[in-house]
């Protein structure tokens, strides 16, 4: 029974909607009706409408009302690179901060909209040097790496026992690239030539496609406090692009006490292709929410999260004497945290 309960609780939250949490209840709810109303009298004091919520108080915990919602975020993220260019040495990076926005707003058939906007930009070096009986090779480099996400996103929210689920669907267009300046330097301990290359390489990938997430929300007890858990996948198809321009110069004494040139090459490559870049994301943390009624019954709420990111598209052909370039995979690590409001 009380599945056929949960089961007519989703039917009706799809036919549904928020207009229905207007309705007064003696007293909280029965969870294992499935469905839950966003206000009721409560048992030791007047109505309320839209802010409390059965089982843990304030801030509609079980679920968020309709209206407008916006919010601030600052992910703290580590690019780990899965292919660089460097041969003898990988760019490590710090953890970067970078800002992201989102604006939405839920009708009263619960579905809604939602704009996201994300920036990411990084920096990193690195330097390797080794000593052979007859060779001395050093390197060095700085690495460069940005992304970008924006989504247009149609929202449903649905409402099973305790937990408020939010699906989504949209359109995202995103780039990323990736750039390194490097220097290698091999100087012949027995021939006393000495060869430097300096080289520069592109990476990057630019489309639009369909994104789409899931996402949960759940008080935990009594509190303010509740469990968020997000994922999200987006497939984009657009430009895949790879340059590579690289010199070579190699000196050697003249006999007379100088260093001079006695030779030099220059090579470079351009190449673009259709191709399809793939994107994953999930979110893991916990919420506090607290109402605002000086701000118009306004709701705040802050969150902090762990977050992981993967963007990986593939490699791409290019002329002779470079060929065929790996596929290309960042991963991003680290933390989030929001505060937003609803209203």
């Known amino acids: 029974m009380k599945l056929i309960g949960q089961l007519t609780a989703v039917l009706l939250v799809l036919a549904g909607s928020c207009g229905a949490a207007s309705a007064q209840v003696a007293g909280p709810p029965n969870f294992d009706s499935g469905l839950e109303e966003l206000s009721y009298t409560a048992v030791d004091g007047p109505a309320e409408t839209g802010r409390y919520c059965p089982g843990c108080g304030y801030a509609d915990c079980c679920c968020t009302r309709c209206g407008f919602e916006a919010a601030v975020e600052g992910t703290f993220l580590q690019p780990d690179v899965g292919r660089g260019f460097f041969t003898l040495g990988s760019a490590d990076y710090d953890f970067e901060p970078a800002p992201r926005f989102w604006v939405g707003s839920t009708f009263e058939n619960d579905w809604g909209w939602r ?180 701000f118009g019954d306004s709701i705040l709420f802050i969150r902090g999260a762990f977050e992981l990111q993967g963007w990986s598209y593939g490699g791409i052909v290019l002329p002779a004497p470079f060929g065929q370039t790996q596929d290309e995979t960042v991963d991003f690590i680290g933390g989030t945290v929001t505060v937003g409001f609803m209203r």
């Open 115 to 294: 704009v996201r906007y994300w920036d990411f930009d990084a920096e990193a070096d690195a330097s390797e040097s080794s000593l052979e009986p007859d060779l001395a090779i050093s390197l060095s480099g700085d690495e460069f790496l940005s992304a970008l996400a924006v989504d247009v996103e149609v929202t449903r929210r649905l409402r099973l026992e305790r937990w408020c689920l939010t699906g989504s669907l949209g359109v995202r267009s995103a780039e990323i690239e990736r750039s390194d300046v490097f220097n290698i330097r091999l100087v012949d301990l027995v021939s006393d030539t000495a060869t430097v290359s300096i080289t520069d390489v592109l990476r990057s990938f630019e489309g639009t496609g369909v994104t789409f997430a899931a996402e949960g929300r759940r008080p935990l007890g009594a509190s303010r406090v509740a469990a968020i858990l997000n994922a999200r996948g987006s497939v984009l198809w657009g430009s895949n692009r790879a340059a590579i321009n690289a010199e070579q110069f190699q000196f050697a004494p003249d006999g007379l006490g100088n260093i001079v040139l006695i030779n030099q090459q220059t090579a470079a490559a351009d190449g673009e292709e259709d191709d399809t870049l793939w994107i994953g994301e999930f979110q893991a943390g916990l919420e506090w929410s607290q109402p605002l009624d000086s």
